[in-house]
């Protein structure tokens, strides 16, 4: 390994990357260099940690979870219940309730990780990542903050960069008109700073359902932009969580009837949502959810605002002006801010460079579910199953088991070609 180390180390020095000022070096790990410390790649770690085979994290924050710690709003709670959201071999505490808060999850990540001993090497961006051929080895090259490089090789990959790796801002005509705050809402915290004003939600999943009540809750006027079809189901029906119900139905029944079943029970508790402006889409929501991966609004009180006539429901923008919105039916209003709740898009096509596993147009697996988790030469993915969290742990167990039996097939080697050099006792 000595000699490959120092063959990298000349290739170096006709690297652009590393031709700089700036001090770098190269790092040789035993096992797996997991990229990304959120939920899956702690997953990964804490599953290969269980099978005594040590790996690196590399993350570009400085905290794990960065998504959830830095980057989400303070209401925030998890849309499922906990028992789906639990990660490998610890689940949450019993004291939590049945939807723990943004805080209780961090705290439930941060004990997490404390438990399996993982502890990542923070601010470290990867900028490329390659399988070197000629050594068989994956060439995972860092900067940090000071603009210090560093090269780890390794003989697995695990990319746990996530869906939700980077904020996806749409490009929409008078921007550098508008003249009042445009935020993404991995900037928005609370509906506090926006108490009194007119706000335009633009986005009307999960997140922008949740931030129009948080701003409703707050005295603000918000307004919502619906550009396409959307599933609205109640968060729970019959005493449970729709979506442990869903998966209960599912153990008996085809796929269509359980979405007829959640249909026809969410226009019971919840109306016909196209009276809103919330039309539904032609397929059922869990079907939708399995072909695309898009998911279904679980209702936390939103319906009932927009009903009130305290939210508005909007179409499409056409473009802005100075304060100014024109949707696409020719209406025309004035706002003092923007709240983009359009969602995160995956960055593995930015430093990865491999032609099979992943799509270079959304950075997911070519392979869907559940058989996108493993590439060629030593490449892994865990994280983008559009799964959540259950997903994520599926992949992580499956992943630290191929890595296991790598192990134990190179000891096994070792073993016959010792045997196979030890004199032979005469017959």
Sequence with gaps: MDYC??????????????NKA?????????????????????????????????????????????LWQLKTYDRLRLHLPKQFCELPFMPFPSHFPTYPSKQQFVEYLETYAQTFKIKPTFNETVKHAEFDAKLALWRVKTVDKSENTTEYLCRWLIVATGENAEAVVPDIEGVEEFGAPIRHTSLYKSGEEFREKRVLVVGCGNSGMEVCLDLCNHNATPSLVVRDTVHVLPR?????????????????????????????????????????????????????KNMSGKTPVLDVGTLAKIKGGDIKVRPGIKRLKRHTVEFVDGRTENYDAIILATGYKS??????????????????????????WKGKNGLYAVGFTKKGLLGASMDAKRIAQDIERCFEAEANHRTAFARSHLPQPNS
Aim: with cysteine; hydrophobic share 40%.
């Design 347 to 372: 960055n593995v096509p930015y430093w990865l460079k491999e032609e099979d596993m992943f799509s270079k147009e959304d950075g997911y697996p070519v392979t869907p579910f559940p058989n996108g």
């Design 236 to 288: 729970e029906m019959l005493g449970k969580s729709t979506f442990g119900l869903s998966m209960w139905l599912l153990k008996w029944l085809p796929m269509r009837l359980v979405d007829r079943f959640l249909l026809m029970v969410s226009w019971l508790m919840l109306g016909d949502t196209s009276e809103l402006g919330l039309d539904r889409p032609c397929l059922g929501p869990l079907e939708l």
């Design 5 to 18: 180390i120092r063959e990298i180390e000349g290739k170096q020095a006709h690297d652009p990357l590393f």
């Design 22 to 66: 700036s001090s770098s070096s190269t790092v040789w790990v035993e096992g797996p260099v997991i990229v990304g410390a959120g939920p899956s790649g702690l997953a990964a770690a804490a599953c290969l940690r269980e099978k005594n085979i040590e790996s690196v994290i590399l993350e570009r924050s400085n905290c794990i979870a960065s």
